[in-house]
């Protein structure tokens, strides 16, 4: 099965949210705050004007989050990263992958 770009980055972000919550908040399912950083993530990545040539977050010269979700973001980024490689470790290297051969800046295709 075919997975767009979007798609790819939309279930990468959920997965680190979901570990972030499960092992760091210990709750069993997403809790609402959790619940919520998902859907305005999810919302974020479907309007994003790279589409297909979307990169990683961290390297996207456009700033798309509003400052507390954003800063929400980073927390969860900070712990789930890392253990990414533990959890998801195809989905983490590949994510690695990208960055590294990302170019520095991309453009928009207007």
């Known amino acids: 099965m075919t997975h767009t770009r979007?798609?790819?980055?939309?279930?990468i972000v959920e997965k680190m949210i979901r570990l972030y919550c499960r092992r760091k908040e210990k709750?069993?399912?997403?809790c609402p705050s959790c619940e919520e950083l998902?859907?305005?993530a999810?919302?974020?990545l479907t309007h994003c004007p790279?589409?297909?040539a979307k990169p990683t977050?961290?390297?996207c010269p456009i700033h798309c989050y509003k400052r507390d979700m954003k800063e929400r973001m980073?927390?969860?980024m900070r712990y789930a990263g890392p253990r990414m490689l533990l959890y998801h470790p195809l989905i983490a290297l590949r994510h690695?992958?990208?960055e590294c051969l990302a170019p520095s800046r991309p453009r928009l295709n207007c």
């Open 57 to 59: 977050c961290r390297l």
């Open 6 to 11: 979007i798609e790819e980055e939309k279930d």
């Open 27 to 30: 709750n069993a399912d997403l």
């Open 74 to 76: 980073r927390q969860v």
């Open 96 to 98: 690695l992958w990208r």
């Open 42 to 44: 999810h919302a974020r």
């Open 50 to 52: 790279f589409g297909k």
């Open 38 to 40: 998902l859907e305005y």
